[in-house]
């Protein structure tokens, strides 16, 4: 009961990339079902009916982009998606935003190229006399041999 309640929820959260309108995506936009040209129902890399982008094992070409057959709903032109298209500043924001991480409209937090290094911090410890050109060089950490354990004798 409560998942089908969250489903509905985060449905009339969705935002259409077609039309920009909240409740739906664009698997399910009126206005894309009127207009077959939109270019849905294939893989945007390699133009197949039999699979979408996610189960596509072709290889990128670099001299044609990611998404060949992909036509963007926001210039109507093939090659892009709207995310990465020059007359959408918003991207994958449409009410605004951008990566928390970097800011970027091209992608969400969870696929920042950023996040790989930002939960890393470098902590380094300053003494006196030491040279600001100092590097610390990080030994291997010595491995403990477990005991032996002697058996235990209980008496009666």
């Known amino acids: ?5 969250r489903r509905e929820m985060k449905k009339n959260a969705m935002v259409c ?4 309108e909240p409740g739906h995506g664009v ?9 077959q040209d939109m270019g849905t129902g294939i893989c945007y890399r390699c133009g197949s009916t039999e699979h979408d982008i996610g189960k596509c094992r ?4 670099p001299a044609v982009g990611a998404f060949p057959y992909a036509k963007c709903f926001i210039c109507g032109e093939m090659g892009h998606l709207s995310r990465s298209c020059p007359d959408n500043p918003k991207g994958l924001y449409a009410e605004g935003g951008g990566c928390k991480l ?10 920042c190229p950023e996040k790989q290094n ?8 300053w003494a006196v006399g030491m040279s600001a050109d100092y590097e610390e060089t990080a030994e291997a950490p010595k491995l403990q ?8 004798v209980v008496t009666f």
């Open 1 to 5: 009961d409560r998942r089908l309640k």
């Open 17 to 20: 990339f077609h039309c920009r």
């Open 27 to 35: 698997a399910d936009c009126p206005a894309v079902l009127e207009s």
């Open 58 to 61: 072709a290889k990128v070409d």
């Open 102 to 111: 970097c800011g970027s409209v091209e992608h969400f937090r969870k696929d």
């Open 118 to 125: 930002a939960g890393q911090v470098t902590v380094g410890r």
């Open 145 to 152: 041999t477990p005991k032996a354990k002697a058996p235990k």
